[in-house]
């Protein structure tokens, strides 16, 4: 068989860094589910001892995903919070600063703000679509820069070889979270970024099934570190959890294609309906850094946000009325969610920081699953028929009200 750098990528997916089971010929890698392992000697094993440190499963997994990424191994976790975490206690202590995209999860917000400020580690926000104004913010208690791109919820691209630039020469780590996209579509280690985060509860897994998250980077150490205090910390991969994720992983490229196509249908029907104020989504002629998204990603992607004309009241009554989406808080999985995310994914963040980057009480952010197109924007076609007709309803009453 050939060797995993001559694999294009859905042949990786499915067979990167992976070989049938050794004892069994099983296909798919079995099942560890085992807390301890028998030491042949003191000190001499067959690599696992207990299962917070590896385990065959999860070691599998990290084998598949470095193999995605062209990489070492990569480190898998029980969250993507966790993994977001393990980086920052892996890079920063006390006294250090990180800078930090404005539009990151709200989860990372919480984290730094209202955790590891208590460990007198600072951050500073800043515009990262604006390079310059990730440079300015990098001090010399700087050792992080941490961006998303596309950034959640509202999509806005941050350009990863620019920033890069600038973090190598300020001697400064350039972590990217890139959980919208997946290596499939989008490879910031190749565009200069030092660790690469996931989030894999989303697309990797596909299946709304596991919480997980994972680290990437080619340089040994920082692998070493992030092993070491996931270990310390206790925050591994479980091994089902591994397992299932194993098994997303191999109709990722498949299933991401298909979430785009849905996704710019969606997208452009959105466009164009007369309640739709505005549309965000990278693969519209509107999307003001549509260059930078075909520079560095090889598709749209699944992810939309937008806004309706009447404003929150009937954005929030949209999200209440819709029956084939979802109103849940995940995204990347084959069905159809949509989020209110003022209220859910970065409810911890300030109300007058959340209107400052884009995320008013109105934004609805919808990811579009692998449901016949023309079904999804059936639902949403008939939601905001809905919505407008209610909407009709009260100011025809009030109208009636005021005339008396």
Request: glycine share 8%.
């Amino acid at each position: 068989m050939s060797s995993d750098k001559d694999f294009r990528v859905s042949t990786l997916a499915i067979h990167g860094g992976l070989s049938p089971d050794s004892a069994t010929g099983a296909i798919l890698t079995p099942i560890y589910q085992s807390t301890t392992f028998v030491q042949e000697a003191v000190g001499v094993h067959k690599g696992f001892t207990y299962s917070r440190a590896a385990n065959p499963t999860v070691d599998a997994l990290e084998r598949a995903l470095g193999a995605l990424e062209h990489t070492p191994p990569a480190v898998c976790f029980a969250t993507g919070m966790a993994a977001i975490a393990t980086l920052c206690l892996s890079v920063l202590k006390s006294g250090d600063h990180a800078v930090l995209g404005d539009v990151v999860y709200g989860g990372t917000v919480r984290l730094f703000q209202q955790v590891l400020e208590g460990l007198d580690i600072s951050c500073t926000f800043v515009d990262a679509a604006d390079p310059q104004q990730v440079e300015d913010a990098i001090t010399a208690k700087t050792k992080l820069v941490l961006v998303e791109s596309p950034g959640n919820p509202t999509l806005k691209l941050c350009d990863i070889a620019a920033i890069a630039s600038i973090t190598r020469r300020k001697g400064v780590l350039l972590a990217v979270d890139n959980t919208f996209l997946t290596p499939v579509v989008q490879k910031p280690l190749e565009l200069g970024a030092d660790i690469e985060v996931l989030s894999t509860t989303k697309y990797i897994e596909g299946h709304n099934s596991t919480v997980g998250g994972s680290l990437a980077t080619r340089d040994q150490k920082l692998l070493d570190r992030f092993r070491l205090i996931r270990k310390t910390l206790g925050c591994i991969q479980s091994p089902f959890e591994s397992w299932l994720t194993l098994r997303g992983l191999k109709t990722l490229p498949a299933r991401i294609k298909l979430h785009s196509e849905n996704a710019l249908a969606v997208a452009q029907w959105l466009e164009k309906h007369p309640a739709v104020a505005r549309v965000y989504y990278p693969g519209l002629d509107s999307f003001p850094q549509k260059a930078l998204a075909e520079r560095q990603q090889s598709l749209p992607g699944g992810m939309i946000a937008f806004e309706l004309k009447a404003g929150s009241p009937a954005a929030i009554a949209l999200m209440n009325t819709v029956k084939l989406c979802s109103l849940a808080e995940n995204l990347g999985a084959v069905e159809t969610l949509i989020t209110h995310p003022a209220s859910m994914t970065h409810a911890d963040v300030a109300p007058a920081k959340r209107e400052a980057i884009g995320i008013t009480e109105g934004l609805i952010r919808l990811s579009v699953g692998l449901e016949a197109p023309e079904d999804i924007i059936a639902d949403l076609e008939s939601a905001l028929a809905e919505v407008a007709g209610k909407d009709a309803a009260v100011v025809g009453g009030d109208k009636c009200v005021a005339t008396r």
